[in-house]
Structure formats: C-alpha cells, structure tokens
C-alpha cells in the first residue's frame, strides 16, 4: 500500500455519483483490443477489482460467460448495477469486497483485470491471491491512462480545465498533502507493477498502447464532476465548507474561461498483461 498510509471506507465516499461523468473515458476500442491480446472467445470468467460504478467490467462482459466486478464502494456498486441494464449487461454481477478480501469464494477466472486501482491495495499480497485464483494460462491485467502522452498535434479549440488552479484551490482547502479517505499521501501511491507481478510468479509480460486522441468538449459541470470523483478531493473532505469549495471553484472555472466550455483530448490507455503458467494449478 501506499507508504503510511492505511486504507478506509471513507476513500471515495460521495464521489460515485459524480464518477462516470466527471472522468474521460478509456480509449476507443480498448474492450476489443484486450479481447484480441487475450484471445477472449465468450467462455470464461472475468473479475475486476476495484471496479468502481463498472465501466471496465461493464465494456468488457460480452466477451465472458460470466463478469464479476468487486468494490468495497457500496454507491459505486448501485451506479453499477444501474448502468447494466441499459447497457443490455445481463451476465455480471457485483460483491462488495476489497481486494484484500479475495479470493473471497469467488471461484477461478480467466482474467483478472485492475483499472487505476492495483495502487490502492497490498500489492504484493493480492497479486499472490489473484495468481491463486486465474486458471493456467489466465491472464493478470493493469489499465491505466498513458502516462506519458504523445505532444498534442495542434491546441484544442478551447481553453483546457485549469487543472493547475484546481490543484492550488484543493490544496487551499484541504492542506498542502494529498488527501486519502482519513487519511493522507505523503509518497502518493506506488508504481513498478511488473517487479510486483514477477515476485508473485507472474510471466509473458506484454504492454499495449491503445490511441485516441479525440478531442472532446466539456463544460464546467463535467470538471466539477471530475474534481469531486477524485480520493483526494471527494466531497467528505471539504465538510462543512463544501459549497464554499464549489463556489470557488466555478468562479475559477469561468475566470479560465468565461462560456465554461472546456476542451481536452482524450488519453491514449496503457494496457499491460501478465500470465499465470500453464503448468501451475
């Protein structure tokens, strides 16, 4: 887990409402893109940790028998459920667990699948747990935003999201040190997922870059719906002083730009994949 700090219940709190909307998507195309990395034929299971209100497990189930998105979250596992109806998702299911729970009597999947959340959990104890629970051959997988976009080709057509002056105005509120449920972020969160995955028995590592580039059109309700999504600035945080907080922040959205439009370019995904051996049971 993250240096000193200690996971609670209050991490998102608040934020599920605000989740979907408030954050970019993935890349076009990721869904059928691991489909095709992994060799996804419909059979199996999926299980994704972490999962939030189910944008990943949601986009992924048509290729499985059967999906399972976990989240100790109970909001973000209703917003979850919601959305599948809609959606035509009829083969998942959710658990309110944490990773650190697993296996959870869940049974054995075929791919594991952690978006933006293996860095929220004990790492080296969970990549052991999930190594236990893939069949031979089944696939470990990290999602995450590339981190180190391509230079943008030409300037969007609109201001960006101040996201500077957002950071500055959390931090006025909430202190200097990135907020964490209870808790606080003095390291942030940590990285080098392969040397995780490799001490756990992981191999036949593989990374995968899914572009996009689009450029979408937000306005200042979807940035401050991304602002709230967020651990560190969910709505719990700010207490009594929330309306305080959004009012500022509007005022800082029209300031950058008067018609509160905004333009962002999506992120290309990182996809990265580890596999179980075939001879280990």
Same mark, same amino acid.
Request: charged share 25%.
């Given at each position: 887990?993250?240096?000193?700090?200690?996971?609670?219940?209050?991490?998102?709190?608040?934020?599920?409402?605000?989740?979907?909307?408030?954050?970019?998507?993935? +890349? =076009?195309?990721? &869904?059928?893109?691991?489909?095709? %990395?992994?060799?996804?034929? *419909?059979?199996? !299971?999926?299980?994704?940790? $972490?999962?939030?209100?189910?944008?990943?497990?949601?986009?992924?189930?048509?290729?499985?028998?059967?999906?399972?998105?976990?989240?100790?979250?109970?909001?973000?596992?209703?917003?979850?459920?919601?959305?599948?109806?809609?959606?035509?998702?009829?083969?998942?299911?959710?658990?309110?667990?944490?990773?650190?729970?697993?296996?959870?009597?869940?049974?054995?999947?075929?791919?594991?699948?952690?978006?933006?959340?293996?860095?929220?959990?004990?790492?080296?104890?969970?990549?052991?747990?999930?190594?236990?629970?893939?069949?031979?051959?089944?696939?470990?997988?990290?999602?995450?935003?590339?981190?180190?976009?391509?230079?943008?080709?030409?300037?969007?057509?609109?201001? +960006? =999201?101040?996201? &500077?002056?957002?950071?500055?105005? %959390?931090?006025?509120?909430? *202190?200097?040190? !990135?907020?964490?449920?209870? $808790?606080?972020?003095?390291?942030?969160?940590?990285?080098?997922?392969?040397?995780?995955?490799?001490?756990?028995?992981?191999?036949?590592?593989?990374?995968?870059?899914?572009?996009?580039?689009?450029?979408?059109?937000?306005?200042?309700?979807?940035?401050?719906?991304?602002?709230?999504?967020?651990?560190?600035?969910?709505?719990?945080?700010?207490?009594?002083?929330?309306?305080?907080?959004?009012?500022?922040?509007?005022?800082?959205?029209?300031?950058?730009?008067?018609?509160?439009?905004?333009?962002?370019?999506?992120?290309?995904?990182?996809?990265?994949?580890?596999?179980?051996?075939?001879?280990?049971?």
């Amino acid at each position: 887990m993250p240096d000193g700090w200690q996971w609670d219940s209050t991490l998102f709190q608040g934020s599920a409402a605000y989740y979907e909307r408030g954050r970019l998507p993935y +890349a =076009p195309g990721f &869904a059928e893109t691991l489909a095709t %990395v992994l060799g996804l034929d *419909g059979r199996g !299971r999926l299980l994704d940790v $972490g999962c939030g209100p189910g944008i990943v497990t949601l986009a992924l189930a048509r290729f499985f028998t059967e999906a399972v998105g976990i989240d100790p979250d109970e909001d973000m596992l209703a917003e979850a459920e919601r959305q599948a109806e809609p959606r035509g998702v009829t083969n998942a299911r959710w658990v309110a667990a944490r990773a650190e729970d697993l296996p959870a009597g869940l049974g054995e999947f075929r791919v594991v699948v952690f978006a933006q959340s293996f860095h929220w959990t004990d790492r080296d104890r969970v990549a052991a747990t999930v190594l236990k629970m893939l069949e031979p051959g089944g696939a470990f997988v990290h999602m995450s935003d590339l981190k180190e976009p391509p230079a943008e080709p030409a300037p969007p057509p609109l201001p +960006a =999201p101040p996201y &500077a002056q957002i950071s500055d105005l %959390v931090r006025r509120y909430l *202190g200097p040190v !990135r907020r964490a449920g209870q $808790g606080t972020l003095v390291n942030g969160t940590p990285n080098r997922e392969d040397l995780v995955l490799a001490r756990a028995g992981f191999e036949n590592f593989e990374r995968h870059v899914v572009p996009a580039g689009e450029v979408v059109n937000r306005t200042a309700d979807d940035i401050v719906a991304w602002v709230f999504s967020r651990s560190d600035s969910a709505p719990h945080l700010f207490g009594d002083r929330l309306e305080d907080f959004e009012r500022d922040l509007r005022a800082a959205l029209r300031q950058a730009s008067p018609g509160n439009r905004f333009a962002e370019r999506l992120p290309a995904t990182e996809i990265m994949t580890w596999r179980k051996p075939r001879g280990e049971r």
